[in-house]
Every structure is written in C-alpha cells, then in structure tokens.
C-alpha cells in the first residue's frame, strides 16, 4: 500500500529483455531506504517488487502482465521514474490510499510548466471516467492529486509548483503517457452496490 506522495525520483540505469519479461534497474537516489530484497517500491505508480539490491541500484522484473498494462516496457536508460516506498507501520497517509496497480493508461493532453506547475490536462481511460469526481481523488504516474474539473474527453489537475519540480509531471509533454491508478474507495463503493441491486460493476 502507498499514498501517492513521491518521495524520490529515480533514474533507469538498464533495462534487459528477460523472456515475455523484462528486467529493469533503477538508481533509487535520495529515496529513504532501508530497502531489502522482496520489499515493494512504486515504479510511477506501478507496484514492484525489489529482486537485486547493489548500493542505491535496485532490480526489478517486470512480468507480461505489467508490460501489457503499463508503458513501463517502453523504459530506456536515462529514463526518470516518481519513487514512493511501501507504507510502513505508523507513516503518516498524508495523500490517499493508493495500491500501485494501474487500472490504465491515459495520455497528457494539457501539460504543465515544469517550474510554475499550472492546468495539467489529461486524457483518462472510459473505463475510469466513472470513478471521477470532482474535487476527488486520482493517481497518476504514482502522483496523489484532486481532479478540479471534468469534461468527456479529459479531466483538469492544478499542479502546484512543488509537486511539478519534484515529480515527473513537470517534464510531461502533450501524448506521454501516465499511469492511471482511480481511487480505491471508489471502486468498493460501485461493487458493493453492484451486490445490492443498486448498481452494476460495468457501467
């Protein structure tokens, strides 16, 4: 389990087709650590788990299940990724709940400054329209953000300056692609619902 507020920006240093598989190292930088191996680590919000440790160099292996639902195999070295350790007994959840399984990929239609922050605009999945609420919760690359408006092709973030220079988002351009994790909370509520009657789990 995560919250959404990235501690760390890392930096790719390999990446290595590894049979449907790919295996991808990661220079964690500043991310607090202990870190040992089989601890979780949000990849831009994508939950992996740590296999080889080598000082601040962690390895990954990325399964066909995560390339095929992440753009995490277009990777190449040199790449950035936001970086949040597992939540921890007694760390505060100053974002929201976040799990680190991507429910789809959306696309950057609006960018930001990556200094300044500003109207960060981005195109969301159908499928995860329906969890959109204004003023609601939303990940994106494992960022916890509130959605401030919404439209039928797109919903608005206000980015502020911290969070553009300290993520990944502030270097997003118009078509780069965002994780796109929706509020867990959301998707309880629409299934229990679904259990009662009162709704259906697909639309």
Known sequence: MFTGLVQAVGTVRDTVAMGDGRRVLVDLGSLRGPFRIGDSIALSGVCCTVVELAGTVASFHLTAETLARTWLGSLLVGDRLNLEGALRAGDPLGGHLVQGHVDGVGRVTGPIDPQAGGELWVAVPPGLRRYCVEKGSITLDGVSLTLAELRADAVRIAVIPHT??????????????????????????????????????NG
């Open 164 to 201: 553009a220079q300290w993520t990944t988002l502030g270097g997003k351009r118009v078509g780069d692609p965002l994780h796109v994790e929706a509020d867990v909370l959301a998707k309880y509520v629409e299934s229990m619902l679904a259990a009662r009657g009162l709704g259906t789990a």
